[in-house]
Nanobody, 118 residues
Framework: QMQVVETGGGLVQAGGSLRLSCVAS????????MGWYRQAPGNKRELVAT???????NYADSVKGRFTISKGNAKNTVYLQMNNLKPEDTAVYYC????????????WGQGTQVTVSS
């Protein structure tokens, strides 16, 4: 059974940094894309950053230059390094894994809270 688990959220002051981690586990044949999304209260879930199997990355304009997505040594691990955090970055951050197991499917983690105080 597939699982996606995020860790690393917390409370930080504006200008600070946090690093989120995500691990996808289960009967995975290949990882197609892994990414981070976030949802603030009253808002829709939005893309933060993605990285595909070839290492190509994509970022929301609001986080370019501040956030970096990267893969771990284990191919089913992805990180989000968040620097120069702003209060508007406050949200629940979700990891998304687009994988091929028996067929191609997308899985979500349970989310991790990031709170940036001003």
């Amino acid at each position: 059974q597939m699982q996606v688990v995020e860790t690393g959220g917390g409370l930080v002051q504006a200008g600070g940094s946090l690093r989120l981690s995500c691990v996808a586990s289960g009967s995975i044949i290949s990882i197609n894309v892994m990414g981070w999304y976030r949802q603030a209260p009253g808002n829709k879930r939005e893309l933060v950053a993605t990285i595909d199997d070839g290492g190509t990355t994509n970022y929301a304009d609001s986080v370019k230059g501040r956030f970096t997505i990267s893969k771990g040594n284990a191919k089913n691990t992805v990180y989000l390094q968040m620097n120069n955090l702003k209060p508007e970055d406050t949200a629940v951050y979700y990891c998304n894994a687009d994988v091929t197991a028996h067929w191609r499917e997308t899985y979500w983690g349970q989310g991790t809270q990031v709170t940036v105080s001003s």
